[in-house]
C-alpha cells in the first residue's frame, strides 16, 4: 500500500467530497496520506484532518515561502506548539520560492532559517519547497542539516546538478506527477533513476499537478490522492523496475521518514 507524502487535503475542493476522495484513494493502494500545512490556519487545519483520520492521515506544519511575509512571534510560537503534537511529522513546508516571489526574498530567507531552527530545536524532519532559489535555498539548508534527522525536497523538478547536492546532504527526494508532464518534466525521467531506492518518496501534491498522462483526464482537473497509483507506476517504468517493487520501497522510505507505525 502506497503513502501519499504530500497532499494539501485542507484546500476548499476537498470540502463537498473528503470522505469519497479517501475511499477513491484506499481502493487505488493508497493507504495513508501526509496532509501538508503550508500556512498559519493550514496547519492548525492539517492537524484536525490527522486528529480526525487516525492512523489515516498525517500532518506536517509549516509556512509556504508564498505566505512568509505573515509569518510573526505568534507563527512561530504557533508552529513550535503543532509541531510536538504526535500526528505532525515533520516541519513545513517551508523554503524559497523565486519563482513567484509572493514574499520578497529577504523575507523568505529570513523565515526559512526561522523554520530550521524550529526543526532542529525540536529533533523534527524537514519537508522543504524550492523553485529557482537553489543556491540560496542550499546555503541555508547546510548550516542545519547536521542537526536535524531527516529532510525531504518535496515536488523536486530541478536539474541533475540541484538533485546531486541534495543527495550528497543525504537529502529525501519527492516525486510528484510533474514526471508526467511533457513540456517540463521530461528530465526527470531519467533523474529519476539516480535517486537511491531508500531516498525516493512519491507524493501528488493535491490537488495540483493532476498527471497530465492519467487517462481518461477528469473535466474538473482536480488531483486527488487515489492518483498516486498511476504516478508510482510511471516512475517505475522509468526506474527500470515494477510496481510491485516501486510501492515497497518508497513506502518503507516513507515509513522511516515520517516514523509511521505498520498500516
Not at 510491485?244 to 518503507?252: I, K, M, S
Request: charged share 25%; aromatic share 6%; net charge negative.
Amino acid at each position: 500500500m502506497l503513502i501519499d507524502i504530500g497532499a494539501n487535503l485542507t484546500h476548499e475542493s476537498f470540502a463537498h467530497d473528503f470522505d469519497a476522495v479517501l475511499a477513491r484513494a484506499r481502493t487505488h493502494d493508497v493507504a495513508r496520506m501526509v496532509v501538508t500545512g503550508a500556512s498559519r490556519d493550514g496547519s492548525r487545519a492539517s492537524l484536525a484532518l490527522a486528529q480526525a483520520h487516525p492512523g489515516v492521515l498525517y500532518a506536517t506544519a509549516g509556512v509556504h515561502p508564498h505566505h512568509a511575509v505573515d509569518y510573526d512571534d505568534a507563527t512561530d510560537a504557533l508552529l513550535r506548539e503543532l509541531a510536538t503534537q504526535p500526528e505532525v511529522r515533520a516541519v513545513g513546508e517551508t523554503g524559497l520560492d523565486y519563482h513567484r516571489n509572493y514574499s520578497p526574498r529577504d523575507v523568505q530567507r529570513e523565515v526559512f532559517e526561522r523554520q530550521l531552527r524550529i526543526a532542529a530545536e525540536l529533533g523534527k524532519p524537514l519537508f522543504l519547497h524550492q523553485r529557482d532559489a537553489h543556491e540560496d535555498f542550499l546555503a541555508l539548508l547546510r548550516r542545519y542539516r547536521d542537526r536535524v534527522p531527516a529532510v525531504v525536497v518535496h515536488c523536486f523538478t530541478d536539474t541533475g546538478e540541484a538533485l546531486r547536492d541534495y543527495l550528497a546532504l543525504d537529502c529525501h527526494i519527492g516525486i510528484t506527477g510533474w514526471i508526467c508532464d511533457e513540456r517540463r518534466g521530461l528530465h526527470l525521467r531519467e533523474l529519476v533513476r539516480e535517486i537511491p531506492a531508500d531516498r525516493l518518496m512519491i507524493e501528488t501534491d493535491a490537488p495540483y499537478l493532476l498527471p497530465r498522462t492519467v487517462r481518461p483526464q477528469p473535466s474538473h482537473r482536480r488531483n486527488e490522492p487515489m492518483y498516486l497509483k498511476h504516478i508510482a507506476e510511471e516512475i517505475a517504468r522509468d526506474r527500470g523496475e515494477t510496481y510491485e517493487a516501486l510501492a515497497a520501497h518508497t513506502t518503507a522510505t516513507a515509513r522511516a521518514f515520517f516514523s509511521l507505525p505498520p498500516a
